[in-house]
Every structure is written in structure tokens, then in C-alpha cells.
């Protein structure tokens, strides 16, 4: 598995004892070492998958698997990865005893990692922070046609980043605007080779960003699913205004830009008789109208959108002709303030 294939922490190889010491509380548990996929020059214990949960609703199962890491400095790593219909999710923990670790862990209930919106199934990846709080950091979600991916840091104000592409590898014509008519904090999608990244703007806590980010996934798989199950042309169709807002919304830049020199145009007129409140007024015009800017998107890019055009292609994987997908924005600049 792919925790597996990590590279453990460095240090003297675990001993025959310590390795027995180390699986002692999970034995108690049920939990079978699988010294085959263990490493003891790695200072890594596995054990062996087993069935986490009863069955699903669906007649699948979940099913689970344990690596414990051991630090020289004393400290243990221990991640749970849990595999349900072909979707993957992890639990980590980071602490002295692996015996409380094993602890935490079990009481994050398996079926919490699986979500569902509507008919999308939904693999939620979590890590325990020094405070024992779940924080988000990974989900995958997938649709009958593609998987898309949702990386989030902790770290407050940075995006979460979001990746999509076609389950059978194959080239997807997507509009720029797919995920950005769900909201402000949605960007245009942007090729990278056969895949697709976008970004979503997320706020508060870790805790709150997770919960945010979970909450937006599942809207978007709903909407995917429903998009992508349709011709490319029913997308304009059914979202024809709300493409209209996103072109409105990726114009703010250059709106900023004409608004402050017809600011700096209006000085003379309102500077020739002035009173101390209308100069006040105008030294902070700028100012506002540039965090105005920056609050309604993360990095302002200063682009020509393209118009909004209903998609002639028979179906996502063939070319439009024309189409917003053809018709890509031209970006002059890209400003280095995020």
C-alpha cells in the first residue's frame, strides 16, 4: 500500500523484543503483525488488513490496515488506511504511546472517512493535531467519469488545491468555468496535461476549513456528476447566468485598475474647493478599492474572459468547435501579491 511504500524514520533498526513490545497492545486488540510488510531497518511495524466494519448499505465493506513508525527520539507515528470501493482514506497520529494512539484512532469512527453526497461516494483523509482535533488534509471523491482530488493544508488562508481527471485516462475538454459557477471562491480550472487544477478559497480554523472543504466537495461532485452525465451543450443551458457572473467576476482586476484612474481623474474638480472629509475620502479610495479586489478572489489575475458559448462537442472527450474551451482567456499579467 501506499503507506507502506514510504520511507521510515532513520535510526537503528528496531529489535525482535522492541518489535514484540511495540505490537503488544495492538495483539490485544485484534490487530495481527504482518512482520512480511513490517521493516525493521525502518523502524516500521505493519499489520495485517482486516475488516474494519460491518457491511455498507451499498454490500460494500471497509477495509483496514495499520503501519506504526517508531522514532528514536521516542515518539510513534501511527496511520490507519481504510479502502472502500476502490477509494482510499488515512488517519494519522503523532505521539509517545502508541497504546493511546491505537486509542484515538479507533474512536474515529471508519464510516466517517466515507462520505456520500447524493450518489458520488467521497474518501475523507484526517490527521490528529497536537490538540487531538480532525483536520482534513486529503479527499477524493469520484463520479462515473472522473476522480477528483482536494489537498488542504492547515495552514490559515492558503487554498486548498483541486485536481481532476478521467478515470480512463483518456483527454477531458472541460470549460474553464466548470467549478467556478458553484461560487466566489471556486477558480477557473486551468490544464495541466490531461488533468485539470483548480483552486478553493477557504476560511477560518483548520477545523472550519475542513469542514468547509468536505461540505464544498460533495456539492461539486453532485454537481459533476450531473454536468458530465449530460452534453456539453446542456452545461450552458442550465448554468447560462451563472457563467455570465463568473466573466463579471474575472474582470474585477481590470475594473480595479479603471476605477482608480478615473479616481485620480476626479482629484482637480473635488480638490478645488476642499473640505478635510472629501480629502480623507479620496487618500483612502485606492486603498478600498484594492482590498475590495483582493477579497473577492485569492490572486488577481488580469485577463480578458472569454465569452460564454454553448459547446457544438458531442461529448466531453472531443474537441469543441467553437467553444469556451477553445476560446481560452488571454492573461497579459499575473500579479506576485497573493
Not at 1 to 27: C, D, I, K, N, W
Not at 159 to 168: N, R, V, Y
Request: hydrophobic share 45%; charged share 25%; proline share 7%.
Amino acid at each position: 500500500m501506499a503507506v507502506a511504500a514510504e520511507s521510515g524514520p532513520a535510526g537503528a533498526p528496531l529489535t525482535h523484543h522492541q518489535m514484540l513490545a511495540l505490537a503488544e497492545p495492538f495483539a490485544r486488540r485484534g490487530h495481527v503483525a504482518d512482520l512480511a510488510a513490517s521493516h525493521r531497518a525502518r523502524r516500521r511495524l505493519a499489520f495485517q488488513p482486516r475488516t474494519a466494519a460491518a457491511p455498507r448499505s451499498d454490500g460494500s465493506s471497509i477495509r483496514e490496515s495499520l503501519v506504526l513508525d517508531s522514532f528514536e527520539r521516542g515518539t510513534y507515528r501511527l496511520v490507519r488506511t481504510l479502502e472502500c470501493g476502490g477509494l482510499a482514506a488515512t488517519l494519522r497520529a503523532s505521539g509517545r504511546d502508541p497504546a493511546e494512539l491505537l486509542r484515538e484512532i479507533e474512536a474515529f469512527a471508519p464510516e466517517r472517512q466515507f462520505s456520500s453526497g447524493g450518489d458520488v461516494p467521497c474518501a475523507l483523509s484526517f490527521e490528529l493535531d497536537d490538540e487531538r482535533r480532525r483536520i482534513l488534509t486529503r479527499a477524493v471523491l469520484r463520479t462515473a467519469t472522473i476522480e477528483m482530488t482536494l489537498v488542504l493544508t492547515a495552514v490559515r488562508g492558503v487554498a486548498a488545491e483541486i485536481g481532476i481527471s478521467a478515470l480512463d485516462g483518456r483527454d477531458l475538454a472541460l470549460p474553464e468555468d466548470l467549478l467556478a459557477v458553484l461560487g466566489w471562491d471556486w477558480s477557473p480550472l486551468v490544464r495541466k496535461g490531461r488533468s485539470w487544477q483548480a483552486r478553493l478559497r477557504l476560511r477560518g480554523t483548520p477545523e472550519q476549513r475542513g469542514r468547509r472543504a468536505e461540505s464544498e466537495l460533495l456539492r461539486a461532485g453532485d454537481h459533476l456528476a450531473r454536468t458530465l452525465s449530460e452534453p456539453p451543450a446542456r452545461f450552458h443551458e442550465r448554468l447560462h447566468g451563472a457563467r455570465w457572473r463568473v466573466v463579471a467576476r474575472r474582470t474585477i482586476p481590470w475594473l480595479t485598475v479603471l476605477a482608480l484612474a478615473g479616481a485620480v481623474a476626479t482629484l482637480p474638480r473635488l480638490l478645488a474647493n476642499p473640505e478635510p472629509a472629501t480629502v480623507m475620502l479620496i487618500f483612502h479610495v485606492p486603498t478600498v478599492l484594492i482590498a475590495f479586489s483582493f477579497c473577492l478572489q485569492e490572486q488577481a489575475k488580469f485577463e480578458i474572459p472569454p465569452r460564454p458559448r454553448r459547446s457544438t462537442a458531442p461529448d466531453w472527450h472531443a474537441q469543441p468547435a467553437p467553444a469556451l474551451d477553445q476560446a481560452r482567456a488571454t492573461r497579459w499579467w499575473n500579479s506576485p501579491f497573493r
